[in-house]
């Protein structure tokens, strides 16, 4: 059998053996290949820095164990918490989030009819274009996080209505503030889409799409999980892991982390799931839900998108 030096300098071939073996999956596209193999690295250097990696940490066992047992930790302060916070209020908020440049026009859009259900229920809206932790536009999927965190610090204590920018609110007969109310008074924190049925042989009530969600911040229970939520991009990634994250899924994404706390936490009997992103919120989805969109796709959904508002609003 052939023995390579560990020092010999890396090649294409090295390359995307190291991904394969690794990482379990093919160089995402010529250009990355051709950089990698260009770079003045050792074979040694190569296997130790895509094992440096944040993608290599997400698919180890030992650092998926971490991130387990740093919510199990976190979860145990909801035995010493009360449910419900002395400061409640009845305040609904909608807010919604992109980064500045490649999906600020979907959120444009998207906001421009939400507003109007917001205006007719008489309940406050809050968006917020740019990127609150990482580089990417992708990263924008952890705002809603860092958001949600910034209210608390800031001791609002009512009900967020979450929605991603590719989303409108299309039953305008519904009346938001009056179900999250009814959902607090029946001791439920979160209102949440599960993505599918309990008669399905692949459903897991903590199955949810993260598109579209509320949270009551006057429990105590929601802070901390909103605490917990944030924590593993603070503890578990560095700068440089976030400067790395070209891919969507380089860095755990927002929806499979809020699984794991979720199902660690066992909220099952504390939160609501209905199909509430069919019943209540659309969304002008990508074609590929661990993705991203290319250009000609985002001029699509922006499209379908501005047509389903003027349906809706404009009828």
């Known amino acids: 059998m052939k023995k390579y030096n560990m020092q010999s300098s890396i090649d294409q071939i090295c390359v995307e053996f190291a991904y394969m073996m690794l990482l379990n999956r093919e160089v995402e596209s010529n250009e990355v290949l051709l950089e990698q193999s260009k770079q003045e690295k ?9 094992k440096d990696s944040a993608e290599y940490r997400l698919k180890n066992d030992e650092f998926n164990r971490a991130i387990n047992l740093y919510i199990k930790v976190q979860s145990q302060n909801n035995t010493e918490i009360s449910g419900i916070s002395d400061e409640v209020n009845n305040c609904i908020t909608v807010i919604q989030s992109s980064d500045s440049n490649k999906y600020r026009e979907i959120l444009n859009i998207s906001k421009s009819f939400n507003i109007r259900y917001v205006k007719q229920y008489k309940l406050n809206y809050h968006y917020f274009f740019g990127i609150k932790k990482g580089k990417y536009a992708h990263h924008a999927m952890y705002n ?10 800031n001791n609002y204590r009512g009900w967020v209505f979450y929605l991603d920018a590719d989303s409108i609110i299309v039953n305008k007969n519904f009346d938001l503030r009056e179900k999250l109310l009814a959902l607090r008074s029946n ?17 897991s009530w903590w199955n949810v799409n993260s598109g579209a969600f509320a949270i009551d911040l006057s429990s105590s229970i929601a802070r901390n999980l909103v605490k917990t939520w944030r ?31 979720l199902d660690i936490f066992n909220l099952e009997n504390k939160v609501e799931l209905e199909q509430l992103q069919k019943n209540f919120v659309q969304q002008a989805l990508r074609s590929q839900h661990d993705g991203i969109s290319s250009e000609e796709e985002m001029q699509d959904r922006m499209h379908k998108l501005k047509e389903l508002g003027e349906r809706i609003y404009n009828s």
């Open 42 to 50: 050792t074979i040694s250097e190569l296997i130790d820095g895509t």
């Open 144 to 153: 809603r996080i860092y958001m949600l965190d910034e209210m608390i610090k």
């Open 187 to 203: 001791h439920k924190i979160m209102w949440l889409h599960n993505v599918h049925q309990k008669n399905e042989v692949n459903y």
């Open 231 to 261: 924590g593993i991009y603070d503890n578990f990634y560095s700068e440089l892991d976030f400067a790395d994250a070209t891919q969507w899924n380089d860095i755990i994404n927002d929806q499979d982390s809020l699984w794991r706390v």
